[in-house]
Nanobody
Framework: QVQLVESGGGLVQAGGSLILSCAAS????????MGWYRQAPGKQRELVAT???????NYADSVEGRFTISRDNAKNTVYLQMNSLKPEDTAVYYC?????????WGQGTQVTVSS
């Protein structure tokens, strides 16, 4: 059974930082492409960042230069370091894994940025 468990969300002031973690199980993590999406109230879920099974990364324009995605294959964990947070970054953040042509999702973690 595949499980993705996010942690690290919370309330932070604008300009602050948070780091999200996602611990994966039930997949061969080192062979999986990992990513973070987010969904704000009333909006569609959108891609934030991805990291393939190596180290190649991709970011949404809105977070480029502020967010950093990384992975630790020994810990089966992917991270999202978020700096210079803005109120518009407020959303539920979801971890996702692409493995053997299937996509899996975590339950999400709330990030709220106050102005």
């Amino acid at each position: 059974q595949v499980q993705l468990v996010e942690s690290g969300g919370g309330l932070v002031q604008a300009g602050g930082s948070l780091i999200l973690s996602c611990a994966a199980s039930g997949i061969i993590f080192s062979l999986s492409n990992m990513g973070w999406y987010r969904q704000a109230p009333g909006k569609q879920r959108e891609l934030v960042a991805t990291i393939i099974s190596g180290t190649s990364t991709n970011y949404a324009d809105s977070v480029e230069g502020r967010f950093t995605i990384s992975r630790d294959n020994a810990k089966n964990t992917v991270y999202l370091q978020m700096n210079s947070l803005k109120p518009e970054d407020t959303a539920v953040y979801y971890c996702t894994a692409s493995y053997r042509n299937r996509q899996y999702w975590g339950q999400g973690t709330q990030v709220t940025v106050s102005s």
